[in-house]
């Protein structure tokens, strides 16, 4: 906590870096770079989820929310990705797997 002190915006924000990922900060990234962060992200939910049963502190417990909507953030920008690459892949093809083909009904 004594270094914390001497900087205190330097610990602030390593607090905020952890949460409130933007979507468009997460789509300049790369898909290990995505990997390795929603592995971040989900060791940090479980230690607040220890911290829940643990009587944590009520910042942590309001922490939980932020942080699985981040977790969620980074898998939907993830199969973002992952789909445009599978597109782009069978750009030009005869045959396109059935989730790549347009879909053209609306129920």
């Known amino acids: 906590a004594a270094h914390a002190q001497t900087q205190p915006g ?3 924000k390593q607090v905020s ?12 990234k790369t898909s290990k770079e995505l990997l390795k962060e929603l592995d971040d992200m989900k ?3 479980a230690q607040l ?8 502190a009520a910042s942590k417990l309001a922490k939980i929310k ?7 953030r980074i ?6 990705k992952q789909k ?3 597109r782009k892949q069978y750009k030009g093809k005869k ?5 790549l083909r347009p879909k053209k009904t609306r129920a």
């Open 43 to 45: 060791a940090e939910l």
């Open 10 to 12: 330097k610990e602030l």
């Open 66 to 72: 932020v942080v699985r909507k981040s977790i969620a």
């Open 75 to 80: 898998l939907t920008v993830y199969n973002q």
């Open 49 to 56: 989820r220890v911290a829940k049963v643990s009587g944590g």
């Open 17 to 28: 870096k952890m949460v409130r990922v933007k979507a468009y900060e997460l789509r300049s």
């Open 95 to 99: 045959y396109q797997p059935l989730d």
């Open 84 to 86: 445009a690459e599978a």
